[in-house]
């Protein structure tokens, strides 16, 4: 597309990247009911504990918090109901066959607003041991000091 797409992001799942390997991301539509898509322009969405799961040939994105709108009547939606992720069909299928290896799983990453529409950006990615985060942790830790090493010397 020649003109930049607007994109607004509501929320991100940091823990995701602490607790996992992202090898590769997707970006999927979400069935949302209109008390939903209100909540979420307000930023009330939590991704904690949320993860992807592939029921019958469809996605699904399970234990997604997503707060009552407050300004809404009594026909609100359910906090954590199960919502439907829409992808064509030949992507489920490949992210079947992908998740059926050895610790393979969906974690959603991002949740954004792409021309109106609510976007979830999905990723397929691998859980992490506790010695690889300790590694990872000591790694930032020896990077940042040497950036802020490198930044005090002055010529």
Request: glycine fraction near 6%.
């Amino acid at each position: 597309m020649t003109t930049e797409e607007s994109i607004k992001i509501i929320a991100t799942n940091k823990k995701a990247y602490h607790n996992y390997e992202v090898v590769e991301t997707f970006e999927t539509g979400v069935a949302l009911q209109g008390s939903e898509v209100k909540s979420v322009r307000q930023g009330k969405i939590s991704l904690k504990e949320s993860y992807a799961k592939i029921k019958n040939g469809e996605l699904f994105l399970i234990n997604c918090h997503i707060s009552p709108y407050s300004a809404s009547s009594f026909f609100n939606h359910t906090p954590l109901r199960t919502r439907k992720l829409l992808m064509h069909k030949r992507e489920i299928i490949r992210l079947q066959i992908k998740t059926q290896e050895r610790g393979f799983t969906l974690v959603p990453t991002k949740v954004y607003f792409k021309r109106g529409k609510v976007k979830i950006e999905i990723a397929l990615a691998r859980g992490k041991r506790l010695f690889d985060k300790r590694a990872e942790s000591r790694r930032k830790t020896v990077e940042r000091e040497i950036r802020q090493a490198l930044k005090g010397y002055r010529h």
